[in-house]
């Protein structure tokens, strides 16, 4: 069993968003980096696999030199090894990410492919899906609960409705939601054991990916109108009176 | 000029208010160039959805019913929907932003080779036609542009209106187009009925968070509430996490965004991944026993007060 996981780094989802001096992009002079949330339930959920099928678990991420800490970080979880494809977040677009991924993929022929549903810093959810659709394979978006049976994997999702389950052959893409597990922290043998596993690198040229044009590109970014704060009210009483007679919503 | 093809949402032979809101939007782009909409209804009594919605002023309802796809799997849909695209001429894909759209769009723009704007909250842009769409949990707006000849894009239902009705009727049409499942299927739907409003589309949304600290005490504060104000439930992450409620009721960042009339946000926090699943709401009231909660900052009125003994007085007065 070979699992597969696209990991991506993205600014600590707690921090205040700033913008650039020239609104270009975000702020990221002393920011702090992270593992994606859902990418640390992608990996946490290919340990679980491996645990109960064997094989070996690799990560993959695209991105500049800097983010070897976080690869190092999901190493320390218990990734065998890592692949890093050369690129730059202003350069990528979610279609590229899935064709650089597709490549990967095609080189590392694995049996299952995890990735977060959704980065939190582009919020586009639609990776796991581009890379299904190019690799002709089934898809599992938004799990909650993985179960391998022999050559399927039965997934429950999690829809507007409720829980749907779906089988689906692999080797397939599934996309974690955060309630599919808790992610486990690194133990210090284990960041100690992480410094040593290899990581591999390649560049889009390597990999054989030559068309690198942006399907979306972003213009600009402008921070939101903020939302006044309105009033505080004593009591019920007060409460009410204000949704009948000011806000006339009740 | 546009030619654009909304994917309908719909359940139980009627269509979702979300097809709606995805024809406002569609009516929008159309405005700006020309063109126009058509609709594709898939699986399960396509004919009688598509009839509902002959006044909406789509030119042709697409209707495609047939063994594998009663219900939804990605591949068959995806193949449907190319197939759809063809017929139809289209360069424009729509369906809002709900789990359905977020499985089903990304695929369709992967085989048509269109680049995807994801959750877009309105147009932009003068002569050329551009999108603008949230980041990083709603902190930041983005303006973009898609550079291929058509383009797939998912709509954030809260953001538009409902559709109204046109009148005339669109020609409806039933295509026939095989469905190739890849060898997945659906086993099972675990859903909660619920004579209460659709936490999308509800008017008022009250939602509860981890101070209401179990699910019993959850539903003993919410389901009255809710009763006595006509309104869906919704919660935190926290509360859905901690099991006092089912996931589909998580609303922000991760779940589901709604912009209802009226939100009341009870015992929740204000976290930024919550509020950018409900800032939009047009008022907004929280409950909080906390005077420093976050959540004060986006409400429009604030009440400092134990949910438990507030929302019980709030009821019996309502
Ligand atoms: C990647 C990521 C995605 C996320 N996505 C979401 C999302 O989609 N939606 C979401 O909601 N969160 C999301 N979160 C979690 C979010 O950061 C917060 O942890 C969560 O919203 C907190 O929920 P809460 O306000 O219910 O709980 P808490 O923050 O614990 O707040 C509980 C509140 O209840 C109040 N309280 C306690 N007892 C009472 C009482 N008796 N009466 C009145 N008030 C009382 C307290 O004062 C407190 O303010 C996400 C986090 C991450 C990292
Ligand atoms: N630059 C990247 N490198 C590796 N994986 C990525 C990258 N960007 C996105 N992904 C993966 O795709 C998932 C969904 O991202 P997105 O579609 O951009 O919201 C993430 O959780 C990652 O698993």
């Known amino acids: 069993m070979k699992i597969l996981v696209a990991i991506k780094r993205v600014i600590d989802p707690d921090a205040r968003i700033r913008l650039n001096a020239d609104s270009s992009g975000v702020e990221e002079e002393s920011v702090e980096y992270k593992v994606n949330p859902f990418c640390e339930n992608a990996i946490e959920e290919a340990l679980v696999l491996q645990g109960a099928h064997g094989g070996e678990v690799v990560l993959v991420t695209v991105g500049p030199e800097d983010v070897t800490q976080t690869i190092r970080s999901g190493l320390a979880m218990g990734a065998d090894r890592a692949i890093r494809i050369e690129g730059v977040d202003t350069e990528l677009d979610s279609d590229l990410v899935a064709r650089i991924l597709h490549k990967v993929v095609e080189r590392e022929s694995p049996n299952v492919i995890l990735l977060g549903k959704q980065a939190v810093d582009g919020d586009n959810n639609q990776v796991g899906q581009l890379l299904a659709q190019y690799m002709g394979a089934s898809q599992a978006c938004f799990a909650s609960e993985v179960v391998l049976e022999g050559e399927q994997a039965k997934v429950t999702r999690e829809v507007d409705g409720g829980l749907e389950t779906i089988s689906i052959p692999l080797p397939a893409v599934i996309t974690a939601d955060l309630r599919l597990n808790e992610p486990r922290y690194a133990s210090l043998p284990g960041i100690m054991k992480a410094k040593r596993k290899p990581i591999d690198v390649l560049t889009l040229d390597e990999l054989g990916v030559t068309d690198t044009a942006l399907k979306i590109e972003v213009l600009s970014l402008e921070l939101p109108p903020e939302r006044q704060a309105g009033s505080m009210v004593e009591s019920v009483d007060d409460l009410l009176d204000k949704l009948k007679n000011e806000a006339r919503v009740l | ?318």
Not at chain 2, 195 to 222: Q, T
Not at chain 2, 241 to 256: A, H, I, L, R, W
């Open chain 2, 1 to 318: 000029m546009s030619t654009i093809l909304v994917i309908a949402e719909h359940q139980d032979g009627a269509p979702k208010k979300s097809t709606l809101q995805s024809i406002h939007f569609a009516r929008q782009l159309a405005g700006r160039t020309g063109g126009s909409i058509h609709l594709a209804v898939i699986g399960s009594a396509a004919a009688s959805v598509a009839a509902k919605l002959a006044g909406y002023g789509a030119q042709t309802i697409y209707t495609v019913e047939g063994a594998g796809l009663e219900k939804y799997l990605a591949q068959p849909y995806t193949g449907v929907v190319t197939g759809l695209i063809e017929a139809s001429g289209a360069n424009v894909v729509v369906a809002t932003s709900g789990t359905f759209g977020k499985d089903l769009l990304p695929r369709v723009a992967g085989a048509t080779g269109w680049g995807m704007v994801a959750d877009c909250t309105a147009l932009a842009g003068d002569s050329e036609v551009l999108y603008k769409r949230p980041m990083y949990a709603g902190n930041i707006l983005a303006t973009v542009r898609c550079t291929t000849p058509g383009a797939v894009i998912s709509v954030r239902a809260s953001e538009f209106d409902a559709a109204e009705e046109t009148g005339g009727a669109s020609a409806i049409q039933a295509v026939e187009l095989t469905a190739d499942a890849a060898g997945s299927s659906f086993v099972g739907f675990e859903g909660v009925e619920s004579e209460r409003p659709d936490l999308g589309e509800a008017e008022v949304v009250v939602a509860g968070g981890r101070g209401l600290k179990d699910g019993e005490n959850f539903f003993a504060v919410m389901n009255p509430m809710a009763d006595a104000l006509g309104a869906a439930i919704g919660a935190s992450r926290a509360a859905v996490d901690s099991g006092f409620c089912p996931n589909d009721m998580q609303v922000g960042q991760t779940g589901k965004v709604v912009a209802p009339g009226l939100y009341f946000a009870v015992a929740i926090s204000g976290a930024i991944q919550h509020l950018a699943g409900m800032k939009n709401s047009k008022c907004i009231v929280a409950i909080n026993k906390d005077p420093e909660a976050p959540i004060f900052q986006v409400s429009d009125y604030g009440l400092v007060a134990d949910a438990f003994k507030a929302v019980p007085e709030l009821i019996g007065k309502v």
